[in-house]
């Protein structure tokens, strides 16, 4: 495969700049078949999970300095177990948790845990990529609700490693206000709110908006 660990799919800031291009909760709704999936938004260390021929491997996301990622194969070993073995040529795309859930890890403070420690790692599974797809046509085109439950099915047999984003499908502006609220109040960063029709593009897309608190906006806290 051509640049086969590709980079993850990302969200576009719902933000001024979305609001003077006459962007709302309601248009979102509108063009999106009038529901999104609104999932909370944590502030975990994103990683990029393949397998390829039968190969599994782990990476950051990539940066400016490192395009590709920071391969962490070795380090998080135990998350790529977890994964499935009976699948082939699929990316698994998340974030990394402590134990605890509500502690978010980054990058630095990984590479200096002990093996101990980053054995209590856990995966927080947002979506589940069919690279074949995306080597043919660009983008995994099977549609953000079915991939879901793929991801529902991955986290299930996965020995408690893996957990599925907490997600809900809204279709009122004013649940995903309370919604968002809720997010908050938990000490997370907000939501990712995402066309449950959407394909999965390895760049950032509008099918995909982030919600976080710098501003309001329709009565939604946006940033």
């Not at 709302?24 to 063009?31: H, L, N, W």
């Not at 699948?87 to 134990?99: I, K, M, V």
């Not at 980053?118 to 549609?143: A, C, H, M, N, Q």
């Not at 020995?159 to 997370?188: K, T």
């Amino acid at each position: 495969m051509t640049d086969k660990y590709i980079k993850c799919m990302l969200a576009e800031p719902f933000d001024d700049k979305a609001r003077a291009k006459g962007i709302t909760v309601e248009t979102i709704m509108r063009d999106w078949g009038g529901k999104v999936q609104a999932e909370h938004k944590y502030d975990g260390l994103r990683f990029r999970a393949f397998c390829i021929d039968g190969e599994k491997r782990i990476f950051s996301r990539p940066s400016a300095k490192n395009t590709n990622g920071i391969d962490h194969t070795e380090e998080w070993g135990h998350v790529l177990d977890a994964l499935p073995n009976d699948w082939d040529n699929y990316l698994a795309d998340g974030e990394l948790f402590t134990g605890s859930w509500g502690q978010s890890i980054h990058l630095a403070k990984s590479l200096t845990m002990s093996r101990e420690e980053r054995e209590i790692l856990k995966g927080l599974l947002f979506d589940f990529v069919d690279l074949e797809r995306v080597e043919r046509e660009g983008r995994d085109s099977t549609p953000l609700y079915q991939r879901r439950q793929v991801v529902e099915d991955v986290a299930r047999k996965s020995g408690g490693v893996i957990v599925p984003v907490e997600s809900r499908i809204i279709s009122d502006p004013e649940e995903l206000e309370a919604y968002y609220a809720e997010a908050l109040e938990r000490g997370l960063e907000g939501l990712i709110i995402k066309d449950p029709r959407s394909a999965y593009y390895p760049r950032r897309r509008r099918e995909w908006m982030k919600l976080k608190p710098t501003d309001t906006s329709e009565g939604v806290v946006v940033g």
